[in-house]
């Protein structure tokens, strides 16, 4: 015997609600691109300023990244590309990642490597400048 179709009174909103989130995945992806974006110029720039001291003495080096210019430059160059990175392994956690707690402590070790990368770079070009 063949069971009669039951009517769904349910709204669909009511059937989507709970299997994701839908209140940032925009916002992640903007941010996303837009570290991208900046990572293509000021790559380009780290690239060329490395390449423009080969064979340059430490102390010239080391003027040149106590540069205000350059300074700046490069912990832009720091902090774009640890938050792109953080980023993007988000991505990959919440993707391929299907354990909670797995997931989780993922989750939090990308933040603190990611952070704390960060922050040592940015400390560095900073002491640099500072004369430190």
Partial sequence: MIKPHKPQLRNPLKNARGLGSAKDGTGHFIVQRVTAIALIFLSIYAVGLIVSLIGADYAAVRATVAHPCHAILLTAFSVAMFWHAKLG?????????????????????NIFVCALAAIASVL?????ALGA
Avoid: G
């Avoid at 392994?89 to 070790?109: C, G, K, N, R, S």
């Avoid at 560095?124 to 640099?128: P, S």
């Fill in 89 to 109: 392994m988000q991505v990959i956690i919440e993707d391929y990642v299907h354990t909670p707690f797995t997931a989780a402590t993922l989750h939090l070790l």
């Fill in 124 to 128: 560095a070009v900073v002491r640099i």
